[in-house]
């Protein structure tokens, strides 16, 4: 029996990708402001530790009642952003950003 060994598995191969991309919180608020994802206000508040982005709350309160809170200190007083992390995916998907673009972010600001 001959057993052909092809390519590795792609999809495999980028979800291991995925797993490791993160983005200090200052080299995300400097994406999504460069990207105009949130406005200079928006990134400037969510720095001070004032407030974060009307998207960013409008997702939170989608969510169960007992994990508002915590999602809404995560988000509020977050160290690094992590690409599969699930809010981060919630927030892509509400605003249709492909996962090809996503991948093109984090990679892009982890540079920064």
């Given at each position: 029996?001959?057993?052909?060994?092809?390519?590795?598995?792609?999809?495999?191969?980028?979800?291991?990708?995925?797993?490791?991309?993160?983005?200090?919180?200052?080299q995300l608020l400097i994406g999504l402001v460069k990207m105009?994802?949130?406005?200079?206000?928006?990134?400037?508040?969510?720095?001070?530790?004032?407030?974060?982005?009307?998207?960013?709350?409008?997702?939170?309160?989608?969510?169960?009642?007992?994990?508002?809170?915590?999602?809404?200190?995560?988000?509020?007083?977050?160290?690094?952003?992590?690409?599969?992390?699930?809010?981060?995916?919630?927030?892509?998907?509400?605003?249709?950003?492909?996962?090809?673009?996503?991948?093109?972010?984090?990679?892009?600001?982890?540079?920064?």
């Open positions: 029996m001959i057993i052909k060994i092809g390519r590795p598995d792609t999809a495999i191969a980028l979800a291991q990708a995925r797993s490791v991309m993160v983005l200090s919180f200052a105009s994802w949130i406005t200079e206000a928006e990134g400037d508040a969510w720095l001070s530790g004032s407030a974060l982005p009307a998207e960013v709350l409008a997702l939170i309160a989608t969510l169960p009642k007992d994990v508002q809170f915590p999602a809404k200190a995560k988000a509020l007083r977050m160290t690094n952003a992590v690409r599969m992390d699930p809010l981060v995916l919630a927030l892509a998907a509400g605003r249709q950003i492909p996962a090809a673009d996503m991948d093109t972010f984090f990679t892009t600001f982890a540079e920064v």
